[in-house]
Nanobody, 121 residues
């Protein structure tokens, strides 16, 4: 469907910042209408963190509002997640996602491989 390549994870101290990038490298890139970031902590379900549509409409999980910002560069087929004021509870594997639209419904074109974000002193 679409290949997504993530980068930018790592270790940050509480209160610190990290920026994640996700590039749509190949496949049905022209079908992408929304991209987002999800995360999964050990023993927990995967949850939506932030999402942005081709019209630049954004949505955030309540837990990250005011701290995280999602943006996209359409020319580079890339979406970014700027994470500020990081907390230990932000520790998780972060996955990039791309969606297409058909018949008024979104469906997933692909997932990135995941990048680890660890927030610890």
């Amino acid at each position: 469907q679409v290949q997504l390549v993530e980068s930018g994870g790592g270790l940050a101290q509480p209160g610190g910042s990290l920026r994640l990038s996700c590039a749509a490298a190949s496949g049905r890139i022209s079908s992408i209408v929304a991209m987002g970031w999800y995360r999964q902590a050990p023993g927990k379900q995967r949850e939506m963190v932030a999402r942005i549509t081709s019209g630049d409409s954004t949505d955030y999980a309540d837990s990250v509002k005011g701290r995280f910002t999602i943006s996209r560069d359409n020319a580079k087929n890339t979406v970014y997640l700027q994470m500020n004021s990081l907390k230990p509870e932000d520790t998780a594997v972060y996955f990039c996602n791309a969606d297409a639209l058909s018949g008024g419904y979104y469906y997933t074109l692909g997932w990135g491989q995941g990048t680890q974000v660890t927030v610890s002193a």
